[in-house]
């Protein structure tokens, strides 16, 4: 039988419930629950590979190093947590054995960390790196889809926590190579 590791406890057990219940709880309509879902699907990575797409097309050499941090940062880190993580911690989403009203598609895989914010964050992480004056921005664009992903009844709090450390690690160490000077 194969082993699986507990995720670390990043917050208490009853606070992290509790922080669920109180994002979870606020209020849910069609419209709501429409435009969170988009934010939500921000962080799934497209639209962060599409403002990089976009970031590297117009801002010349600097643009051209965010875009490809940016995009790098969030498809790699989606790659390390969906492949890397996940597998290893297997932790169910709170849906799992409880009643919770889940907006959007129930998926198998692991809850524990969000893949949506990690690669969130990298991408906020990486673009701030070579526009220090995006960062209110994009950190607020990155939260916001963790927030989305528990509202939405997809993660508990600490998955969006350990989501955003990694992503934040990621995203440094992306934009950091792409600074070196014979990258591009």
Do not use: C
Not at 7 to 31: K, N, T
């Amino acid at each position: 039988m194969e082993s699986v590791a507990t995720p670390p406890q990043i917050l208490p057990r009853s606070v992290d419930r509790r922080l669920f219940q109180a994002i979870h709880g606020l209020p849910h309509s069609p419209r709501s629950d429409h435009y969170i879902s988009l934010v939500s699907d921000l962080g799934e990575g497209l639209g962060w590979v599409a403002a990089g797409v976009g970031v590297a097309w117009l801002g010349g050499q600097r643009g051209r190093r965010a875009g490809i941090a940016t995009a790098l940062a969030s498809l790699g880190t989606t790659y390390f947590v969906q492949r890397m993580v996940k597998p290893i911690f297997r932790r169910r989403r709170p849906f799992v054995s409880r009643e919770v009203m889940v907006v959007g598609i129930r998926t198998a895989d692991a809850s524990f960390p969000s893949g949506h914010t990690a690669s969130s964050f990298a991408a906020a992480t990486a673009l701030s790196t070579f526009y220090p004056n995006a960062a209110p921005l994009v950190f607020t664009l990155a939260t916001l889809v963790g927030a989305s992903r528990v509202h939405l009844g997809h993660h508990f709090p600490s998955d969006v926590t350990a989501g955003a450390v990694i992503g934040i690690g990621m995203g440094t160490f992306t934009a950091w190579l792409l600074k070196l000077p014979k990258f591009l």
